[in-house]
C-alpha cells in the first residue's frame, strides 16, 4: 500500500525557514516524479513544485522560485522542500503526491501545516 | 501560465441526481487534465486522469470527458458520501495549474 507521511511543518516567523520532509513507503521510490501541493487554510490547491525520479528536472511556481528548493533521496526513500524567506501568505497544508504518468497526483500524503506569522 | 475555470462554484444536489462540472482552460492543453475530490479534512484524492480515464477502485458513477480547453466531470446518481470539494487539474505544460473547485453539498 502507498503511504506518504509529511512532517516538518509548525509555527516560524516571517523571513524564517523550514524544511518538510515526506517518507514514502509501499512503492520504489526511485520509480516515481514526486509533487508539492498546498493549500492556505480555507483555499484551494496550489502546486508547488515537482522533481523527477532521479532529480534531472525540478519545477517551480514563479512565485517559490528562489525561496524553496526541491530534493529527494531515494536511498531514504524521502522527499523533500526547503523553504527560506518565508511570508505569512506561504501559511497552508502542504502536500506530497506521487506523480503518475504524465506529473498527476496518483497519491497524497495527509498533509503538514506551516504558519508563518509573528 | 494556464488559468482553470471551473463552474459551478457550489452546487446543491438531491441525492440521485446527476451532477456535471466543468472546467476551461485559457489554451488548450490536449487531454493532460485530471479531476480530484477532496472531503473537508482529508487530503485530495485522483477520480479521473486525462480527461476521461477513470483511477482503479473509482465508483463508475464518477466519469469525465472533453479535450483542448473544455472539460466535464459528471456524476451520475449522487450519493450523500460524494460531498465534497472537486478540483480540475492541468498537468500539460508547467507551471501546473488547478482550478478554483466545486463544491457540491447534499441536500
Known amino acids: 500500500e502507498v503511504h506518504l507521511v509529511e512532517s516538518g511543518g509548525g509555527l516560524v516567523k516571517p523571513g524564517g525557514s523550514l524544511k518538510l520532509s515526506c517518507a514514502a513507503s509501499g512503492f520504489t521510490f526511485s520509480s516515481y516524479s514526486m509533487n508539492w501541493v498546498r493549500q492556505a487554510p480555507g483555499k484551494g490547491l496550489e502546486w508547488v513544485s515537482s522533481i523527477s525520479r532521479t532529480s534531472t528536472y525540478i519545477y517551480y511556481a514563479d512565485s517559490m522560485k528562489g525561496r524553496f528548493t526541491i530534493s529527494r533521496d531515494n536511498a531514504k526513500n524521502s522527499l523533500y522542500l526547503q523553504m527560506n524567506s518565508l511570508r505569512p501568505e506561504d501559511t497552508a497544508v502542504y502536500y506530497c503526491?506521487?506523480?503518475?504518468?504524465?506529473?498527476?497526483?496518483?497519491?497524497w500524503g495527509q498533509g503538514t501545516l506551516v504558519t508563518v506569522s509573528s | 501560465e494556464i488559468v482553470l475555470t471551473q463552474s459551478p462554484d457550489f452546487q446543491s444536489v438531491t441525492p440521485k441526481e446527476k451532477v456535471t462540472i466543468t472546467c476551461r482552460a485559457s489554451q488548450s492543453i490536449g487531454n493532460g487534465l485530471h479531476w480530484y475530490q477532496q472531503k473537508p479534512d482529508q487530503s485530495p484524492k485522483v477520480l479521473i486522469k486525462f480527461a476521461s480515464q477513470s483511477f482503479s477502485g473509482v465508483p463508475s458513477r464518477f466519469s469525465g470527458s472533453g479535450s483542448g480547453t473544455d472539460f466535464t466531470l459528471t456524476i451520475n446518481s449522487l450519493e450523500a458520501e460524494d460531498a465534497a470539494t472537486y478540483y480540475c487539474?492541468?498537468?500539460?505544460?508547467?507551471?501546473?495549474?488547478f482550478g478554483q473547485g466545486t463544491k457540491v453539498e447534499i441536500k
Open positions: 487539474h492541468q498537468s500539460s505544460t508547467f507551471p501546473q495549474t
Open positions: 503526491a506521487r506523480a503518475g504518468d504524465g506529473w498527476y497526483g496518483d497519491f
